[in-house]
C-alpha cells in the first residue's frame, strides 16, 4: 500500500491532471496537486486508463520463456487436449514458474487482473492450481490473480474428476470452468447439471469454454439458460468464447442475445482470427457485459499471442471490423473496464475512492493508444510503480 503522487497524465485521453495515492487508494485527481513528503513521477501527458484485465488466459500451460516448442502435430482438439495433460510436465511446464512469467509479462503491459483457468484432472489432480496459487501469493501487490477450476480433460466422462473440482472449490478457485457440454462429453445433460450443482453447492460463479459454434452451441447455450432460470443464477455465469454467436444467422443469434441480456450472461471473448465470434457491437447495443482475454499464450496449443491486452484489442478491432475512434475505444474498454464488469472487481476505476491500478499509454487519444504498436510508459498497482517501459520492475524468474 504504497503513496504516490503522479504528475501530468490524461485520464482516459481528457486534460491534463495529477493524480494523488494514498495507502494504495486514489485520494485525489485535480491541477498542481500537493503532498508532502510523497514520491512523486511525471507521467509526461501520456494517457492514463484504469488496469487492463486478462479475463481468459490459461497460467498454467504457458511455454514463455522456455526453449522453443516445437509443434509439428495436425491434431484434433480432443488429441491436444491429451497430449498435454500426459506430456506437461516432460516438456518441463512448471505451473508456479511459467505462470509467474506470464503473470509478470501481463502486468508489466499494463494488467492489473487476470482471470485464469486452470486444468484440474484426474492426472494432476490440484497439483497444477497449487502453482498458481503459489503465484499469486507471490504476486499480491503486482497483479490479482483469479482461479477458475478448469475440467479441461472433459468432467462425466473421467470419473473422479468432479470429486477434484468440489476440492478446488474449497479450496482456492473462485470460479467454476467447464467445457463443450456436447463437444468434449457428449453428455450436455451430464455436464451441465455436474457443473451447475457444483456451483450452487459452493455459491460460486460459472466461466465455461463454449466452442461449439452454430446451432450445437445455440443448444447447449439453451441449456445453460434453463438452468440459469431455474436456480436464479443471473449475473453468476459467463460464456467465454461463445463462437456460436457469430453464426451468420441473424435472427437466430438475436433470439440468443436477448436472453443472455436478460439473464445478465457474461460473455469472454478472444476474438480469436481463426472462429466465428460474438459481435462486441452488437453485444454492447444490448447491453451485455463483455470482458476479453488473450486465451492460451504459447503452448502446447499453438504458437501464437502475446501476453499483453493491448495487443488482444488490436486483435478484437480487426476482428470485428472496427474503424471509426469510438468503436476502437470500446474494444480498449472491454480489454479494461468490461473484464471488471464480468468479474465483478470491487474497487476498479479511475475515480477518486478507487484502487490505483491503472496503466499509462502512449498515443494522442485512446483510439491512436490501441492501434500504436508501444511498451506502456508507466504501470501502477494499489499505487506502487511496477513497470516503466514495458520492463518490470518485479524480478522474472
Ligand atoms: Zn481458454
Redesign the pocket.
Known sequence: MSNLLIRNVRPNGGTPTDILIRNGKIEAIGQNLQAEGVAVEDGLGHIAIPGLVEA?T?LDKSVWGMPWHENAKVATLRERIDFEREKRLEIGIDPHRQSMRQAIQLAANGASHIRS?VDIDTTHGLALMEGIIETREALDGVIDIEIVAFPQSGLVTRPGTVELLDKALSNGAEVLGGIDPCGIDRDPKGHLDAVFGLAEKHGKPIDI?LHEAGELGAFSMEMMFERIRALGMHGKVAI?HAFALGAPDYLRVAGLIEQIAELDVRIVTTGSPSSTVPSIMRLKDAGVKVAAGC??IRDTWGPWGQPDMMDRARILGMKNGLRRDVDLEHALYVCSTGGADVMDIAGYGLDVGCDADFTLLAGETLAHAVVEVAPRPLVVKRGRVIARNGVAEVAIP
Request: charged fraction near 15%; charge should be negative; aromatic fraction near 0%.
Open positions: 481468459h490459461h483457468h469454454h467465454s486465451d492460451g
